[in-house]
């Protein structure tokens, strides 16, 4: 679990200013949390940083869990390492059948209710939540900022895809040590998880 933090690299990334929209499409890989294993999804969302009852209320229009839609954020979240996904109002009819409460969901081949039933429950969950378009773009550089535990592979491919937002970077660190870019690729090689966070910098030249 996420609690023996001391194995897991700790890696600082230091970007422009106005820069941290840029990487805010990593969100769509997860980020991963430890909770209760008898936590709701009103209480995960409103554990997250930056997220109001409000925002969560009126901008989280659609929710998956494990591929399945839901419905009511006051259900528990099921199994031992559930995948969800949020994200704003969907386009066309897709968006209208998946969003929480539609009108049209008996147009569903499957809803939460197919879920199955909840297993024998822990002390923790470690869950991957992933955040989509308008979700991944209002709330993703508060998430980045204040940092977050994703796979490693995820972060990779990411830098892979995108060498030069990458050589762009102000600074790189890991556990409090400088690194380059290869260094860095050779640590998230090396581990499973890591914990990343990314900043602006913010001071004046």
Do not use: W
């Not at 840029?22 to 969302?45: C, M, N, P």
């Not at 209208?96 to 409460?101: G, S, V």
Request: proline share 4%.
């Amino acid at each position: 679990m996420l609690n023996s933090t001391h194995h897991i690299p700790r890696l600082e990334i230091l970007i422009s200013p106005g820069s941290i929209s840029k990487y805010t499409t990593l969100l769509q890989a997860g980020i991963i949390v430890e909770r209760s294993s008898t936590i709701t999804f009103a209480e995960l969302f409103a554990s997250l940083p930056g997220f109001s009852t409000k925002y969560i209320g009126d901008r989280i229009e659609t929710i998956f869990q494990n591929g399945l839609p839901v419905d009511d954020i006051e259900t528990g979240i099921d199994g031992p390492a559930p995948v969800i996904a949020i994200s704003g109002a969907m386009p066309g009819l897709a968006g209208a059948i998946f969003r929480k409460n539609s009108f049209h969901a008996a147009l569903r081949t499957s809803d939460s209710n197919a879920l199955p039933d909840k297993l024998e429950r822990s002390e923790g969950v470690l869950i991957r939540l992933k955040f989509f378009n308008v979700i991944a773009s209002e709330k993703g550089g508060t998430i980045l900022n204040s940092g977050c535990f994703m796979k490693s592979d995820s972060v990779l491919k990411f830098i892979n895809y995108r060498p030069r937002l990458f050589s762009e970077v102000l600074s790189l660190h890991c556990n409090d040590e400088s690194l380059g870019l290869d260094d860095m690729k050779t640590i998230l090689h090396k581990s499973e998880t890591v914990y990343l966070r990314i900043q602006e910098d913010n001071v004046a030249l």
